[in-house]
């Protein structure tokens, strides 16, 4: 008994694990999958969301910075040109006139750091500045003179160089015709200041925003991002004039938009701060509230899971525990006819005990041989027999067996279930049983057992239901991949108040202490578990009809 | 001595021989029937004493066949033997008229006990209702011709048939 318990209790544990397994896989799927698959779907609309306002702001930055870029040399150029266009200028100004220009300039801009006047040989005759050392300096040989005097434009930008004074600036210079010969003004600005006014103009925000040249050294740029004159990473495309392309940076690979300057051959470059804190931020958020709820709802889910799989359990074992007890009800139904049956073979030992006794009294002087005795040994050894057969069904049916799956002919089991339990039975109660089992029935996987409780059940209920003289009529038919066992009784019928309610537990129409209420409920429990389904049709006072229908399956 | 006539009624032949056996050699005049109907018409040929009845058996059953033989035959006495006893149907058989009831399998002493008795409570019955006849035979003897006298006894023969 203990080991057997053991055994159950082994036997629960694997069945609770499979099926909190079970439970586990299906509550995921159903509710943390669609919810991983939103955040997926989220996070990536949301990338390249993110991705293309950015580019589209780099965009914007860079071609608005270019534009204004263009605009402030444009009106440095300005500046200059008013300078040495003007009538009244005395060639060659005198120092105290270029101080005078110089102070002009740097009302119109703070970038301006000096501004000279050059004569036609080239040679800064005046000059008005922090670095004295320049007057009287000849710049004819400069690039930037040469191709200023070569050019058609009237000024010139030169990139950022160092140039005498080793600090980093940039010449603009615009030139005067005068006969034959050109006079020159020049004037260096101070990049930093540029700078200052680019940024400050426009909120660069999370943005860097730098400017390289044709090279790719970079002309303006945040000392955090790199140094002037240093080559960049950056070297933008000079066929257009404004768009997006990639650079390695720090050994990652980052976007950026460019736009060229009309000016002079520098680009605007803009990008984003290479940790994206911002974005970053929401995004590593985003992903751990996920994963909090992810692990909320699996911590849910598996607790669901744990108590919805022990409820399964409990219920199953109810439902066992259910089934052994109506088995055993109908077993006790079953008995009132059928272990009195015992009493005749027993009454008939006893009688042949008895006349053998007889024959071999010397009083009554009969033939002792043992031919006068042999037959009524043997009608002894015939009763004992049929007694154990009686037994030995009662106990089969009683016993609480494991579900059998088995190949089994439904007519067989039919014509056992008759011949052990109901024949005599009801030979003697006037009720006569009558079999019209079809031949074509394929085999039908069940199990034998649960099966003749049902029969069983419907039978009790059959001769109960009878008032004799009456007749059972059980029929098996084959359609459509479903066999059919009708039962069929000339019995009292069943109400029609009470025909909704057969198949419900404890329902019973039998007096107290004879029916359970138990045998149908679990009947029809039993068939829906095959796959099938129980029909019933009563006429009152005529008879009723069940149909047990079972598809054909093979589940093996 | 007149042996005592006796129906035995089961539809288990084994039994039937075998219990039949034993009361022939303990001189019983017996007759077997095999069910309810044979019982009937073996009662209609043979005037019994007492008929030793099952109850359940295929076709008419052991209470019909006691309600039959109650109603037809006055003096004979049945006594129930079966296998399904239970109170209610050893009550009904008694208010049927039964004179015992007899579980299966049975003590074969407590058979013979109840076998003779029901033979004396048979013959008492008999007594008395002759007892009766007599006193009123000679209450019409004390009074009238010796045709009536003679007419009364046929009568008398006649239903001791």
Known sequence: MEEKLYKNDILRDKQFRELRRGLLLRLSCTYLLPFVILIIFFLIEFNSLNHESQILRMKAMA???????????????????????????????????????????????????????????????????PVELLKKKDYSKEPWYVSLLKNDKRHIFTDIYLGFRNNPHLTIAVKRREGDHFMVMKSSLDPKKIYEFMTSAEEAGDMFISIVNKDGHFQLVPSDEGNVLDSSPFIPDAGSKLDISKAVYDDNSITYAYAWLDE??????????????????????????????????????????????????????????LEHASKLASVGELAGGIAHEINNPLAIVASEVGLIKDIMNPEFGLDSGFDSIEPHLANIHDAAFRCRDITRKLLSFVRQDDIELKQHNINDIINDLVEGFFERTLSVSNISMKLDLKDDLPDLTTDKNQLRQVLINIINNAVDAITPPGEIIIATSYHDDVIT???????????????????????????????TGLGLSVSYGIIKNFGGNIEVESIYNKGTIFKIKLPVINFQ | MEKIKLLIVDDEV?????????????????????????AVSAAENNKFDIALLDLKMP?????????????????????????????????????????????????????METLKDAYSARMLKKFKKDEERVSELMKIAAGSSPTGILREMKKFDDEEK
């Open chain 1, 63 to 129: 071609e608005n910075q270019s534009n204004l870029l263009d605009l402030f040399l444009k009106e440095r150029i300005v500046n200059l040109r008013n300078l040495i266009d003007d009538p009244s200028l005395q060639i060659p100004p005198s120092n105290r006139d270029m101080d005078q220009y110089l102070n002009k300039l740097q009302l119109d801009s703070d970038a301006f750091i000096d501004v000279g006047f050059f004569d036609s040989d080239g040679v800064q005759i005046a000059y008005a500045g």
């Open chain 1, 264 to 321: 002079v051959k520098w680009a605007v470059i803009a990008r984003k701060r290479v940790s994206d804190e911002g974005f970053r931020g929401m995004k590593s958020g985003l992903i751990y509230l996920s994963a909090a709820i992810l692990l909320i709802l699996f911590a849910v889910i598996y607790s669901r899971s744990i108590k919805i799989a022990n409820m399964e359990i409990e219920k199953k074992i109810t439902r066992s525990q």
């Open chain 1, 485 to 515: 066992i009708s039962i069929a009784d000339s019995g009292n019928g069943i109400s029609e108040e009470d025909i909704d309610k057969i198949f419900m537990p404890f329902f019973t129409t039998k007096e107290v202490g004879k029916g």
């Open chain 2, 14 to 38: 084994n039994f039937l021989l075998s219990i039949a056996k034993r009361l022939e050699i303990r001189d019983f005049a017996v007759v077997t029937a095999a069910n309810g109907e044979q």
């Open chain 2, 59 to 111: 076709g008419m059953d052991g209470k019909q066949v006691l309600e039959i033989l109650k109603k037809e035959h006055k003096y004979i006495e049945v006594v129930i033997l079966t296998g399904h006893g239970s109170l209610e149907s050893a009550v009904e058989c008694t208010r049927l008229g039964a004179f015992g009831y007899l579980p299966k399998p049975y003590e074969f002493d407590k058979l």
